[in-house]
């Protein structure tokens, strides 16, 4: 899937900050950070529509999205805990309402 | 409480069987029934989905019967081949909620033996 592009894909941290950045070429107006752990469904941190925040999950302060335009998503992770090694993925809809989510390749994050 | 559950957690078939995945959910406002396939190492990709107003949606080898006055819904697989092993989840919204908020199953496992 090269129409949503995530980077890093792979990210081993100590306790440092970091950025994960997204990229769609879909033309979607809503763009997510999901965060699925081992074994585990896919579950939302953050939903933005048209560049503005409508959905933050309960997540941790440590967590800080960004939309800088309507096609790119980053998130700041500042002093990671073990807890946040899971795999995060950006997606995206051409809606925020029953409209198909496209899933990036997602970034995997060890937190060592 | 978990909104959207799927059974059976895994399950194996041989190829040319036909596999049969369960899920319910418990909110009578979810109208849209979306099922994800994914793979190790890849995202979730939409495989097939289904309306509330319908009860059946079919593509290719993939069906999904829905019943609605029991909340429940099913994905099968016919003709089953190992490239489709791979970890199923279904999911659920209420479109007119706007949220956006997409409640994903636990995902079903599914292993294709040749």
């Known amino acids: 899937n090269t129409k949503i592009t995530q980077s890093p894909r792979y990210l081993i941290l100590g306790r440092a900050n970091k950025s994960l950045e997204c990229e769609q070429h879909l033309g979607h107006n809503a763009m997510y950070w999901y965060k699925q752990s081992a074994e585990k469904p896919p579950e939302l941190m953050f939903l933005?529509?048209?560049?503005?925040?409508?959905r933050n999950e309960t997540v941790p302060s440590r967590f800080i999205p960004e939309c800088p335009d309507s096609s790119k998503l980053l998130l700041h992770i500042s002093a990671v805990d073990p807890e946040d090694s899971a795999v995060y993925f950006c997606?995206?809809?051409?809606?925020?309402?029953?409209?198909?989510?496209?899933f990036g390749e997602g970034s995997r994050l060890i937190v060592v | 409480q978990q909104q959207v559950r799927q059974s059976p957690q895994s399950l194996t078939v041989w190829e040319g069987e036909t596999a049969i995945l369960n899920c319910s959910y418990e909110?009578?406002?979810?109208?849209?029934f979306p099922w994800y396939q994914q793979f190790p190492g890849e995202g979730p990709a939409l495989l097939i989905a289904i309306r509330s107003v319908s009860d059946k949606k079919e593509d290719g080898r993939f069906t999904i019967f829905f019943n609605k006055r029991e909340k429940k819904l099913s994905l099968h697989i016919t003709d089953s081949q190992p490239g489709d092993s791979a970890t199923y989840f279904c999911a659920a919204s209420e479109t007119g909620a706007n949220t956006g908020k997409l409640t994903f199953g636990h995902g079903t496992i599914l292993r294709v033996h040749p």
């Open positions: 997606a995206s809809s051409h809606t925020v309402s029953g409209n198909t989510l496209y």
């Open positions: 909110n009578s406002a979810f109208d849209y």
């Open positions: 933005y529509n048209l560049k503005q925040l409508i």
